[in-house]
Every structure is written in structure tokens, then in C-alpha cells.
């Protein structure tokens, strides 16, 4: 590979643990690692659905807009359901059924009018960007820009509505508009990432930068998930390299053993 | 003019009435403490005074203020302590960082900690006696924690505190702790007290004016009127008697 290359890769490889490590620690902190799994499943669901409409109408629609949107539908969906009809659980599992409905629906609608199609459907299970474009760099520097201010100006306000929701509202915080800014800036999150890591690793990814800061650090707890995040990131890509498999691979590894790393912490 | 007036508030769940025709007024200063079984429609009272549900039938004016209508201006006049089983122990905050949010709330994001809110802060945990306001919330005794709570209802110098079960899941000597607490802030700082609790005993020799309520009121007036074996047995259908006296149920929460 060459040097331009190679320092691409790991430019996007940074890149992607700044997003995750900015949108992990408040998900953590608001419990909400279950929504993450709504947002993961819908972003399947919805890039699938993207590439069908393409195929069907032979038109552009760009991809990371429609697991965006259908994320974000989602999203909401848990949301109101949560706040008028059922515990957070049940909407989740019915949110997760729904996508998960889209996802076999629409894969199977594909499969049978263009396998080429399917393919392009199944790299965002396992990832795309074992070679990174400028344009990957560039989608996820968008997101950052939009994400890491919006994130930092409203995350006290977040934690502070999972903290006691009725005092918040007492307070006269606006806590369905903080709810849904989160859900917005989750669901960009994950549709981003899950163009260029895939859906398996940024589901495992979202969450553990979080728990890492949480877990083992009681200030600066941003700087912890900024620099854990990149550090699984970087770390993936590299291993990946070293043993030819894609980026998610070498990610979901070291999450996995991030993972094992901070349950015998803990039994220390 | 009344400081809290209720008149003919009705509230329901779907099909489960939570609160049936309640009226009434407190004039300013007040200690005043709404008892009443679990299910009683205590917390739905409270939440309806704050703005927190939707309106459904009746009149609510706080200070003059239409709570459904003006439910801002309202909230800005009080200061809410909710029941500490609403709080989520889990999510990491530190006690400066739970009573600076009530300072904070009325500017708009980011809402940055400035020297002068931090000076506040201070002053109101002194207020309560909590002397460190790193410690996390979750590492907080019992006792503590409705201590911080109610340092962020003082934090923005309300007119009326709230407070939604301030005695539950502590110790008699705690609860007493607390009562006298809220009683010293009546008496030193002018601020009218509204607490709902299922059991009074540990403010009653505080003589509160108290409010018998189980989904609709029974009684108000002084501990001593209110406070009868007649009324009780209405108000509170599982009422058990016993040689000793009488139980009216098991702590709350």
C-alpha cells in the first residue's frame, strides 16, 4: 500500500473513533445502549431499503440518507411508545423487530432482482472500507462537525434528564427536544459509521469507550472516550492489516477484549 | 389573593381516576403536609401543580398563576424535590453538578458552571449541611441525597418547595432530621413547605397544616382536627386497629 494510502486509512480510522468516542459516552450515561441497538438494526434496515429503491427506480438516493432517516424513525417510534404506552424494553424489541422485518423484507425483494445488489447490502454488515476513500474521510469529518458541538453544548442537559427526568422537566428543561436532538445525533452517528465499519462493529464499538470512561475514570470522562475510541479504532484497522481480515474484524477484536479487560478490572 | 388554589381538579389515568374534585387554599406562610395512602393521587397533585401533566378539569393558580397557562412562570416560583426513587442512582453525577443544573437551567446551552453558580451551590449545600459537593450522588446516604435534593430546589430562591415523599426509604431519626430541616427553612427563610408522605409522624409535632387525601379531599386543617380515628378510617379504606393505636400501611417505596 502506498504511504497516501495507508495514511488515509488511518486519517478515517481517527476520524471514526472521535465520532464514536463523542456519541459513546453519552449513550452510556443515559442507559441507553438498548437504543443503540435499535439505532444499529434501523441503520441496516434502512441502507437496505436505500439500495432497493435505487435498484427499483434506478435512481441515487444516497444510501447513508436512508439508514439515517429509517434510524431516526425508529428512534422516535421507541421514543413515543416509551413515553405513552409500554416500558423502554418492549418498544425497543418492537422498534428491533420492525427494522429487522425491513432488513429480511427488502433483502429478500433484492436478492431477487439483482445479487449484485445484495452484496453492496451485506458490506454494511461487515463493513466497507478495508481500503478508505477520501469521500469516507469526508462523510465522517461532516458528521464530526455537526455531531461533536451539538454533543458537548447539550450532553449535561442529556445526563441530567436520564438522572431524574420529572426534576429536568421541573427545571424547564425540554426533555422530549433533548431526547430527540440525542436520537437525531445517535442515528447520524451510526449511519456514518456504519458505511465504513459496518453495522456488527459499530453496534459493539458505540458502547464500550463509554463504559471504559465511565468505569474507570471519575473526571475528564470525554477525554477517556475520545482517546479510548480512536485507540480501539486505530488499534483495529491495525490489527486488521496485520492479519488481512476487514477493519470490523480487527475492531470487533480488541472491543472484545477491551470488554474482558475491564470485567477482570472490576472482579480485581 | 391565595398562594395555592385548587378548585374542583379532577385527574385521570385512562380509566383509573387519580384525583376527584379536589379544592382547596393555603395563604402564605404555610408548613403544610398532604397524607394519604399509596395510590392516593399524592405524586399526581404535585406533578398537576408543577405543570407536569397535561391539565384535564379544574382550576390550578399558584401565586396567581394559571399553572396549565403559565406553567414556566410557575415553575420558576418553585422548587421541586421529587421522590428519591424517581432518581436514577446509575448515571454518574456529582452533587455540584446536581444542584448547579437548577441554577443553570434558566440560561440558555451551553450552560457553563461560572464561579458565581458555584459560589451558590455552596451556599445551599451549607444551607442543608453537605460539605462536599464532589462526592457522586450514588456514594450519598439516604439522608444525603434528600439533603442535595432539596439544595437544588433552593439553589434558584423559590417561594414554595414541593416535595414528593421526603421521608421515604430513611430512618425515623433521618426522617426527623429532614422534617426539621424543611421547617427551619419555613421559619429562617420565609419559603412555604408543600410535602405529600403517606405518614406524618415524623412532622407532626411541627404542627403542619395537613390535608387528608385519597383521591379526594377528606379533611384539612390542623394535625390535631384532621388527624381523627373518623377521618382516617374514610380516608384510609385498609385501616387496621389495634389496641395499641392503629397502622395505616407500609412505608412507602
Redesign the interface.
Known sequence: MTLDLLALIYLSAAANGLLVGAISLPLIISRSTLFALTITHAVLGGAILGIYVNEVLGVGLPVQLTAFLVALMLSILVAELSEKFFSEDVSIALAVALATTITVVFSYLLARISPAGLSQAWSYVAGTSAVATLSDLQRTLSSLAIIVPLIHMTSGEIKYISFDRDGAAALGLNTRAYRYLFFALGSLAASTLSMSMGVLATHVLLAIPGAIAVKLFRRKLFTASYLSAACLSLGGYALAQALNIPPSGGIGILSAIAILGMVVAREA | MAEIELKNVSYSFGDRVALEDVSFELNSPFFCAVMGPNGAGKSTLL?LM?G?LKHQSGIIRIMGYDVPREA?KV??L?G?V?QVI???Y????SVE??VA??A???DL???IMTGNVRRKVREVLELVELDDPSM??SELSGGQRQRA?IA?ALVSDPRILLLDEPYSMLDFNMKCEIAELLYRLHKDKGIDIFLVAHELSPCIHLEPIVILLNKRVYAIGRAGEVLTLENLRRAYPGLTEVPAGFILGEDHG
Open positions: 406533578k408543577l407536569l414556566g415553575r420558576r418553585i421541586y421529587p424517581d432518581i436514577d446509575r448515571v454518574p453525577m453538578e446536581v443544573m437548577a443553570l437551567s434558566r446551552p451551553p450552560r457522586q450522588f435534593l437544588r
